[in-house]
């Protein structure tokens, strides 16, 4: 069981409680020749104050409205569905593109995907790998920590040696079809030239646009490496961005821009078992409070 409050901020108003002791009227200085002229000091004045305080502090706390829970859930958000396409074909097995001598491309593409997914609160993200072929990895999921646990469990050369880019394009289609996002976007990553699939770039891409899915597309490496002018025609047909990363601060400030192109609302929560409990500190108010008021009335 978990507590908190509904509106935290009134909790603030706490902070003028010292008011309470410090900001009193002063009273006046009178002089008189006797001390048995002066007034016994009652009990209930020296409490007075403490009553003030209770009652203010707790009257601020049923305003703040706590509540016990038993879990917080992620509640229905309509953000960005977005399909990272990721080539896994052998060639992602080259070491050196990062700053880690030991980490392969595709070992580096894991880790800053990860990342990257990490920062999409709002959305729904799914992950398609392809070689040889393509396949859906991680249906799309607003399970981010689930989507980044399917990423690790993929390898190079899981979907073969090859690279096929339509087929990428059109298993992210398909990927993409149950969701009810208003903006849906494949991000796809290659280090290579399309040469394998049963499905050609141009048909795909042609498949994508009628689906309104926008493509945005990174290639690794130096631009002789993999088909540059096929990438920028898919981006560009779809309306989307291509991009060029040829070390990992390149590919981090690419994935960054693309961060930065797709704005997504923070996904809201609903609590399970939710029960009020103001009642409780708002009753002990009233209760002191009238006892206040009821003592003062017998010492007037």
């Known amino acids: 069981m978990h507590f908190t409050f509904e509106y935290p901020a009134v909790l603030l108003l706490l902070l003028l409680t010292p008011c309470f002791y410090f900001c009193r009227k002063k009273g006046k200085t009178i002089f008189l020749p006797k001390l048995s002229w002066l007034p016994k000091k009652s009990r209930f004045l020296q409490k007075e104050l403490l009553f003030r305080i209770a009652i203010f502090s707790f009257g601020v706390i049923a305003l703040a409205i706590p509540f016990s829970y038993s879990a917080k859930a992620p509640a229905h958000r309509e953000g960005v569905a977005i399909v990272l396409a990721l080539d896994t074909s052998g060639s992602m097995r080259e070491m050196g593109f990062g700053k880690r001598e030991d980490e392969t491309k595709f070992e580096l593409l894991q880790r800053l995907v990860k990342a990257f997914i990490q920062k999409r609160s709002g959305d729904n993200i799914g992950i398609v790998a392809f070689g040889t072929?393509?396949?859906t990895a991680s249906p799309v999921s607003y399970d981010l920590e689930a989507v980044s646990k399917?990423?690790?469990?993929?390898?190079?050369?899981?979907?073969?040696?090859?690279?096929?880019?339509?087929?990428?394009?059109?298993?992210?289609?398909?990927?993409?079809?149950?969701?009810?996002?208003?903006?849906?976007v494949v991000i796809l990553v290659t280090d290579g030239k399309n040469n394998s699939g049963k499905v050609s770039p141009k048909e795909a891409v042609k498949q994508a646009k009628e689906a309104g899915i926008k493509i945005f597309t990174i290639g690794l490496g130096k631009k002789n490496?993999?088909?540059?002018?096929?990438?920028?025609?898919?981006?560009?047909?779809?309306?989307?961005?291509?991009?060029?990363?040829?070390?990992?601060?390149?590919?981090?400030?690419?994935?960054?821009?693309?961060?930065?192109?797709?704005?997504?609302?923070?996904?809201?929560?609903?609590?399970?078992?939710?029960?009020?409990?103001?009642?409780?500190?708002?009753?002990f108010a009233v209760l002191l409070l009238f006892w206040y008021l009821y003592q003062r009335g017998e010492k007037l």
């Open 133 to 135: 072929f393509a396949f």
């Open 225 to 283: 490496t993999y088909d540059a002018a096929l990438l920028e025609r898919i981006a560009k047909e779809s309306g989307g961005e291509s991009f060029g990363a040829v070390s990992e601060e390149d590919l981090q400030k690419v994935y960054a821009k693309i961060d930065t192109l797709l704005p997504s609302p923070l996904r809201s929560g609903y609590y399970l078992n939710k029960k009020s409990l103001y009642t409780f500190p708002l009753l």
């Open 150 to 184: 399917l990423l690790e469990m993929l390898e190079v050369e899981i979907a073969g040696k090859n690279t096929a880019i339509g087929d990428a394009i059109r298993q992210s289609i398909l990927t993409l079809q149950k969701s009810k996002a208003k903006e849906r």
